[in-house]
């Protein structure tokens, strides 16, 4: 009687786990067919069939586009599954220092409706929360899915997010953060899973889950803007090291001696290839230049601007081939203000990391610009709670 109770209750636990694998699975990647299940959950076709046959009852999946090949004939197909939409949404948002932008997607991962809006500067962080969150039921009204719930929310913010606490560090670029813990406020105000990372950590899993680095198990993510940021993605899986302040590729040192740099130490990457360094070398040529004005000059030949734009290329591809020695990606992939500049910046920053890397390191490596635009730390926000099992019932 012993032996039967334990065997059954092992067999009931391996159920579940493979109910609860295939579940994460869907809310990882999306549409999958039942094929593709099996073999990403190491499990038996004819064990996915049972366990989908089962959510499908209960409403947990639901049949989509896409098809395979049924059981049935040679013409019989099988649509990808994926969760049921109806049954929730995801919020990500994305808070820079002038803007808050937002994407809302369902749990089969379609984007629903996006949105910005702007940020005073005097704002606080609880003021910065408050804007977030009136955009959350703007765009929850702009999609027509006021009635479905809110299954999360993830936070991208422009500073080091200790994940071990969720405090926002003190180097934090954007102060009014610094020492915040946003998720706690928001996820008691909200009642909701709400999770929260550095914007370039989360702009790193967007490009690898829906961008430019779709596919790749080893990515680098450069965001460029007031600051310059980095995320890593390691073996398909998001790196935040101990304390989760991975990334700050701005403040590791390009040039021994050179100037003081806001975090206290000389020479640091940002000083020489984020925007503002750029706009302060074309400012003797044009004190009033944006980045899009120098991006835009320097198309039409503007030698001051052409030159700003591959210096702080050539310095920022230096820094990635020591990344590249490191780590060994195969995807490195850039986002923020130096999109507008083009091949420009690109063929620079290429030219510096073939110079610089060893080739070994180079050999399976894509550089180029992402996918995602404004929208890839929101969209990170997004994967990020499609990540978190307590986001959606994987049990329900």
Request: some cysteine; glycine content about 14%.
């Amino acid at each position: 009687m012993f032996m039967t109770d334990h065997v059954g209750g092992s067999l009931q636990s391996l159920r579940e786990s493979n109910r609860e694998r295939l579940i994460a699975l869907l809310r990882e990647h999306g549409a999958l067919h039942r094929a593709e299940l099996a073999r990403r959950a190491g499990v038996s076709r004819a064990t996915v069939t049972t366990i989908v046959n089962e959510l499908l009852a209960g409403g947990v999946v639901v049949e989509g586009a896409g098809s395979e090949p049924a059981n049935g004939g040679p013409t019989a197909k099988r649509a990808a599954l994926t969760l049921n939409p109806e049954a929730g949404v995801i919020v990500g948002l994305d808070f820079s220092a002038g803007s808050v932008t937002g994407v809302i997607a369902d749990l089969s991962h379609q984007v629903l409706a996006d949105g910005t809006r702007a940020l005073a500067p005097q704002l606080g962080w609880m003021g910065r929360l408050d804007v977030g969150a009136e955009l959350i039921d703007e765009m929850r009204a702009d999609a027509g899915v006021t009635g479905r719930p809110l299954a999360g929310v993830g936070l991208g913010i422009p500073g080091p997010v200790d994940w071990t606490t969720g405090e926002i560090g003190t180097s934090s670029k954007s102060l009014e953060w610094a020492g915040a813990r946003p998720s706690a406020q928001l996820a008691e105000r909200l009642g909701v899973p709400v999770r929260q990372d550095n914007t370039a950590h989360l702009g790193a899993l967007a490009e690898a889950v829906w961008g430019a680095a779709r596919g790749s198990r080893h990515v680098v993510y450069v965001k460029v803007s007031a600051g310059l940021s980095a995320g890593l993605v390691i073996d398909g899986q998001m790196c935040r090291g101990a304390l989760g302040a991975t990334g700050a590729l701005g403040h590791t040192c390009a040039v021994p001696d050179g100037p003081l740099c806001s975090c206290g130490s000389r020479g640091c990457l940002e000083l020489y290839a984020a925007t503002p360094a750029i706009l302060e070398a074309v400012r003797p040529h044009h004190p009033d230049a944006s980045f899009e004005g120098v991006a835009e000059r320097a198309a039409d030949g503007d030698r001051p601007c052409r030159r700003a734009l591959a210096d702080a290329a050539t310095m920022l591809g230096r820094s990635l081939a020591g990344v590249c020695n490191l780590l060994n990606p195969e995807s490195i992939i850039v986002g923020g203000d130096l999109t507008a500049a083009g091949d420009l910046v690109m063929g620079p920053l290429r030219t510096a990391v073939t110079d610089h890397a060893l080739p070994i390191a180079t050999q399976a490596l894509s550089i180029g610009w992402g996918d995602l635009g404004d929208r890839a730390g929101a969209m990170g926000g997004v994967a990020l709670m499609l990540q978190e099992p307590e986001s959606i019932g994987a049990s329900s």
